[in-house]
């Protein structure tokens, strides 16, 4: 269906010069065209789509979460965080596939076809050198989720109070770490010492490290062939038939890759420019729902449900973030100070996806696929509600006194950005902490990284060894 955002192409395409009118109306057109492909941009939506209060207050702390209903006398012992980077720039591999489309359109006679005269007139700034580095944005998303961590938290953020900090070697990982960092000021002397960041590739890149997942998921073209099957199905088809003919360009010419970078980068400039891109207008809300559902393809058999070893990977940070949870509950048993009050990881879309799917959330009753699309439009697997630039998983232990039962004393909360989790075990907010443990068991008990991520000795099928 035409959207107002192609209004420009048509009346361009009868005049041929735009009217005074008509250019006066174009950033409005254009806003237009933004605002209604913004909630479907996947892994490369802004922060502020998952709140968009944020994008009148960035320190907003918004509605009140009325489903909290912790007890009045409960305290928090420990925060800990794993947070995805703030907004980045495109990857080096992206902006040459742009370059690539951009000098195309370059070619082609101006007069013939507005909307590629339009692209062509906009000035390609991206240089590989950017590479997936993080973006002036990416350091403010990081800068005010510190700080409303520290409002909703205060206790916890309080003065003194040791903050362990750590991160993936990738600098947009580091740079989002020292953002939020400084995102507490110097009021917060956190133990007087300038936190030192740790770099631990194992607990945030797990993947990496997963020989298993690796040579089977990663590196093989085989187990996405429900991406590339979608790539070349019918929904696909029309958004390239219909982005070829308003580039006025053979479809021979566009590929489901070279249509997913024009749509990615009117993502990138709304997240990294807060503008509306030129490269908006190709793109219907219908359009943008179907390149949505490419993306979400990809995380789902790369990142999600769709191979058990993708979340099987990351029993390790898993493990890890309950062994700290128990330290926390012994020393406070025992009436020690709590040694690590805050821990703070800072890691990729890759590190989330993976976590939240062996905690069961988001699954869908059917898995996605090339050929459901229609029956997957209300699936709860969006991976731009999930893990958009900044997300965040937050564990919260509490302390509660005047309880009935010894197991009420400690409490525990999850935060998906910034919002509470529903828990899978009790439909509630808040679980003891005995609960959430005795829910995951296996998973603490009988997952090993090691066993898991080892490489069949024998030669089998990709697929049948997933």
Avoid at 14 to 37: E, I
Avoid at 219 to 240: S, Y
């Amino acid at each position: 269906p035409a959207t107002a955002a192609m209004a420009p192409r048509r009346a361009a395409a009868a005049a041929p010069f735009p009217s005074a009118a008509l250019l006066l109306l174009l950033p409005l057109l254009l806003a237009a065209a933004s605002a209604g492909l913004s909630s479907y941009f996947g892994t490369k939506s802004r922060y502020e789509e998952v709140n968009p209060y944020l994008v009148r207050d960035p320190l907003s702390l918004g509605p009140t979460a009325a489903a909290s209903r912790l007890p009045a006398a409960c305290a928090p012992l420990q925060l800990r965080a794993v947070l995805r980077h703030g907004t980045r720039y495109p990857t080096a591999g992206q902006i040459r596939r742009l370059g690539e489309l951009h000098a195309r359109l370059l070619r082609r006679p101006a007069a013939a076809c507005p909307a590629a005269a339009a692209l062509a007139g906009w000035q390609m700034w991206y240089e590989e050198s950017l590479d997936g580095r993080l973006a002036p944005q990416g350091r403010r998303d990081m800068e005010h989720l510190a700080r409303r961590l520290a409002a909703r938290f205060p206790a916890l953020f309080a003065a003194r109070r040791r903050l362990v900090l750590a991160s993936s070697s990738k600098h947009r990982c580091l740079q989002s770490s020292a953002a939020f960092r400084r995102g507490l000021g110097p009021s917060l002397s956190l133990g007087g010492d300038e936190v030192e960041v740790q770099v631990n590739d194992a607990l945030m890149r797990f993947f990496d490290y997963c020989a298993k997942f690796v040579a089977l998921v990663e590196e093989n073209d085989a187990a996405m062939c429900q991406v590339n099957a979608f790539k070349e199905g019918p929904e696909m088809r029309k958004v390239l038939e219909k982005v070829a003919s308003a580039l006025c360009l053979p479809a021979e010419e566009l590929n489901a890759d070279l249509v997913q970078v024009a749509f990615l980068t009117c993502s990138y400039e709304l997240a990294i420019k807060n503008v509306t891109s030129p490269w908006c207008s190709l793109f219907s809300e219908e359009d943008a729902k179907v390149l949505e559902y490419l993306n979400d393809l990809k995380q789902y058999w790369k990142r999600g449900y769709g191979y058990d070893i993708n979340s099987r990977s990351s029993c390790i940070l898993f493990q890890d973030i309950f062994e700290h949870l128990d330290e926390a509950v012994e020393e406070s048993k025992s009436s020690k100070p709590i040694s690590s009050p805050l821990i703070v990881q800072v890691g990729h879309a890759e590190t989330l996806q993976p976590l939240l799917a062996l905690m069961g959330f988001f699954k869908d009753d059917e898995p996605l696929k090339a050929n459901n699309y229609i029956r997957q439009m209300h699936r709860k697997f969006r991976s731009g509600r999930i893990v958009p630039y900044a997300a965040n998983l937050v564990f919260v232990l509490y302390h509660c006194d005047h309880v009935k039962t010894s197991e009420e004393e400690y409490q525990v909360q999850m935060l998906l950005n910034e919002k509470p989790l529903v828990f899978l075990h009790s439909n509630e907010t808040v679980s003891t902490y005995a609960d959430l443990r005795g829910y995951y068991k296996d998973i603490l008990e009988n997952c090993h990284f090691k066993e898991e991520c080892e490489l069949p000795k024998i030669n089998v099928t990709a697929i049948d060894e997933l």
